[in-house]
């Protein structure tokens, strides 16, 4: 089963406009991070924000964490069309487990 | 540093067949997982491996074999392939958090 369920499935922008997607999850968490995966390529790590943690952010990602609403959010600024890609959030309810679970990601499309 | 690598990038089996799926990581991770990339489906954990010697299951194991005797690789077997193992597979390999990931194996079975 997947802990992590991204909202919309689709998005599609101009370029420099402003992406948001979001990340909704069952139970408790660790922490929860966010990918990228172009198309046919692997997953790429962008930001890991902790349980205790509010806001994080990476250049021009900021991700927030609401864990009373067991969601979190990935806004990318100014997108560019470089930004086109798929991305998930991954859970990781901790324990020592290091197993993050996956949700079935948003597919964002940046028009030039 | 090569990362995480995959071989092979692509294979073609018919059904009944078995193949192994080699995934390498020169970074000296402990953590190494095996998932398989479905569409629709996001990323589904099939087996992972804690440390050299040591194997489990993940969310999606049936059909599917792996084995961990050198830290550096993880192998997974298909010993009798279906056509509902066609998918892209990746493998990625943590120190417990930021995960990285190879290149992805497509593997349809006709």
């Known amino acids: 089963s997947q802990q992590g369920e991204e909202d919309p499935q689709a998005l599609s922008i101009q370029e420099g406009e402003n992406a948001t997607m979001n990340c909704s999850y069952k139970?408790?968490?660790?922490?929860l991070q966010w990918y990228r995966q172009n198309s046919g390529r692997g997953l790429v790590h962008l930001i890991l924000?902790?349980?205790?943690?509010r806001e994080k952010h990476s250049g021009r990602l900021r991700v927030t964490l609401d864990t009373s609403k067991k969601s979190s959010s990935l806004l990318i600024t100014a997108s560019r069309a470089a930004d086109t890609a798929s991305y998930f959030c991954a859970t990781d309810a901790g324990g020592g487990s290091y197993i993050p679970t996956f949700g079935r990601g948003t597919s964002l499309i940046v028009h030039p | 540093n090569a990362g995480v690598t995959q071989t092979p990038k692509f294979r073609v089996l018919k059904t009944g067949q078995s193949m192994t799926l080699l995934c390498a990581q020169d970074?000296?991770?402990?953590?190494m997982y095996w998932y398989r990339q479905d569409p629709g489906m996001g990323l589904r954990l099939i087996h992972y491996s804690v440390g050299e010697g040591t194997t489990a299951k993940g969310e999606v194991p049936d059909g599917y074999n792996v084995s961990r005797l050198k830290k550096q690789n993880f192998l997974l077997g298909l010993e009798s392939a279906a056509p509902s193992q066609t998918s892209v597979y990746f493998c990625?390999?943590?120190?417990?958090?930021?995960?990285?990931f190879g290149p992805g194996t497509r593997l349809t079975v006709t």
């Open positions: 990625a390999s943590s120190t417990g958090y930021e995960q990285y």
């Open positions: 924000i902790r349980s205790n943690e």
């Open positions: 139970t408790s968490i660790n922490n």
């Open positions: 970074m000296n991770h402990e953590y």
